[in-house]
């Protein structure tokens, strides 16, 4: 049984992107997934994904770009203002400008550069570098 699926699929993501593979199946299909699959995409984290639908749920098909030297979820799920947003990129990121973190704000998922120029706070979800 499952507890966070957003973490297997964190984790799927990056031991595919060790052992060099080029595409993932991984379930369940769902909207915080997706979405946070769409920041990734953005920042070019993986080339694209698509959603394939069967009678189990539906999963994701991951199109890997292997520029992905670490990720992993952020537990537990600590609420971050706006102001506060450079305390935990020191804690998350290995170096200023380089990777992202992923939160959930009012305005949806986003990367912390997304957060501080709508300046809204949220909570993080995962990093990504």
Do not use: W
Request: aromatic content about 8%.
């Amino acid at each position: 049984m499952r507890h966070d699926p957003l973490n297997d699929i964190i984790n799927t993501i990056k031991n595919a992107s060790t052992m060099g593979m080029r595409e993932i199946e991984v379930r369940p299909a769902a909207r915080l997934i997706g979405r946070v699959l769409k920041v990734m995409q953005e920042y070019n984290y993986i080339k694209s994904f698509e959603v394939v639908d069967d009678s189990r749920g539906g999963l994701f098909r991951i199109f890997l770009a292997n520029t992905i030297n670490n990720c992993g979820i952020i537990k537990p799920r600590l609420s971050v203002k706006k102001s506060d947003m450079e305390k935990f990129e020191a804690r998350f990121l290995p170096a200023q400008d380089f990777g992202i973190l992923i939160l959930t704000t009012t305005k949806g998922v986003m990367s912390h550069k997304t957060a501080r120029e709508s300046g809204v706070g949220g909570k993080l979800l995962a990093y990504v570098y």
